[in-house]
């Protein structure tokens, strides 16, 4: 492990809430969802602003115009992806390619994990920090899921790659070079049925 670096790491964010919903029966984006009177990409998204991260990009699909009015007042830059039925892929894509050039890493994050926390995402940055690690990996007990962190060496590999989850082939291909952070497995818990936003919001 390397001394810190004298300059604080160019870390941004980018928020995969552009998914169609599919499972959730509710004829709009499952984003525009209040979970403690919050829509859950204006969760992600203000926690990715408050732990540093900048810029922060939300990327849209499904009812893309409704979940930008959630995130009026909030410092983030949205874009859409209009094939968002797609792969999760090509919204991570679009995400990176929205990022400036002085970008040094960015992390991964999904709308719909409404319990990683402003402490978690930056704990990843102070992990890569520390480190010349070329990414920081969320891990819950055996499942590694995001946040995850990808410095700008790998923006290549996953803009490269095409599939669903987060640059999954990525982690995998360059697992023995990770930092893993261990996270509690309820951290792990997202939306994906009217059963599952029941259950959280009790």
């Not at 390397?2 to 995969?16: I, T």
């Not at 090509?90 to 995400?95: A, E, M």
């Not at 499942?143 to 790998?154: D, I």
Request: proline residues 6%; hydrophobic residues 45%; contains cysteine.
């Amino acid at each position: 492990m390397r001394p810190p670096q004298s300059d604080p790491l160019r870390a941004a964010g980018v928020v995969l809430a552009a998914g169609p919903s599919r499972r959730m029966a509710l004829g709009g984006s499952k984003m525009l969802l209040a979970l403690e009177g919050e829509a859950l990409a204006r969760r992600a998204a203000r926690r990715a602003l408050g732990a540093g991260l900048s810029p922060v990009v939300v990327v849209l699909g499904r009812d893309a115009e409704g979940v930008r009015a959630t995130l009026v007042g909030l410092d983030c830059d949205c874009v859409v992806n209009p094939d968002f039925e797609g792969p999760t892929s090509t919204s991570l894509h679009h995400g990176l390619r929205r990022l400036a050039a002085t970008t040094e890493a960015a992390v991964i994050l999904l709308g719909d994990m409404v319990h990683v926390s402003e402490e978690m995402i930056a704990r990843l940055v102070g992990a890569a920090q520390e480190s010349d690690a070329p990414l920081v990996v969320s891990r819950y007990g055996n499942v590694t899921a995001p946040p995850l962190l990808f410095r700008r060496a790998l923006f290549g590999e996953l803009l490269a790659w095409r599939g669903e989850g987060c640059g999954k082939a990525v982690v995998q291909r360059h697992g023995d070079e990770a930092v893993f952070l261990d996270w509690p497995a309820d951290r792990l818990a997202d939306v994906d049925t009217p059963e599952d936003f029941q259950r959280l919001g009790a």
